[in-house]
């Protein structure tokens, strides 16, 4: 049974949503990028892009490895969705994806995230005529 953080990350991924949380003793903002399990262990790869960190943030934000179970009072967040740049190398967070945000990710996701359409592109209802 997945955690109560879990089921949150996974309600921000589908909404687009940041996540604002304590992890490691600081503050921090984050875009849920993949998340699944490594070695039974809940796990999201996230891009931080404002908070602290042991190690600093760079400007512009880092990805980030977070273990679910340390992190807390995490909530949802609304504001611009931060994925950082595409990168060449694979990620070892996480071993059993359940999500990623990637549409066309590699990893083979257990669970697929609908494409949220642009409000300008969604189906309007035709009107009936009389």
Known sequence: MASS??????QAMRRRKR???IYEGFAR??????????????RVL????????????????????L???KMSHVELSSGPWHA???H??????????????????PYGPKRRLAKPNPPALRKRPSKAKP
């Open 5 to 10: 953080t879990y089921q949150l990350i996974v």
């Open 19 to 21: 996540i604002l949380c």
């Open 29 to 42: 903002a984050v875009c849920p990028i993949i998340l699944g399990h490594k070695n039974g262990q809940e």
């Open 46 to 65: 996230a891009y931080q892009f404002d908070g602290g960190s042991s190690g600093g943030l760079p400007a512009g934000g880092q990805w980030k490895c």
């Open 67 to 69: 273990d679910i179970a």
């Open 84 to 86: 950082g740049r595409q």
């Open 88 to 105: 060449g190398e694979a990620q070892h967070c996480i071993d059993d994806v359940d999500i990623d945000i990637n549409p066309e990710s």
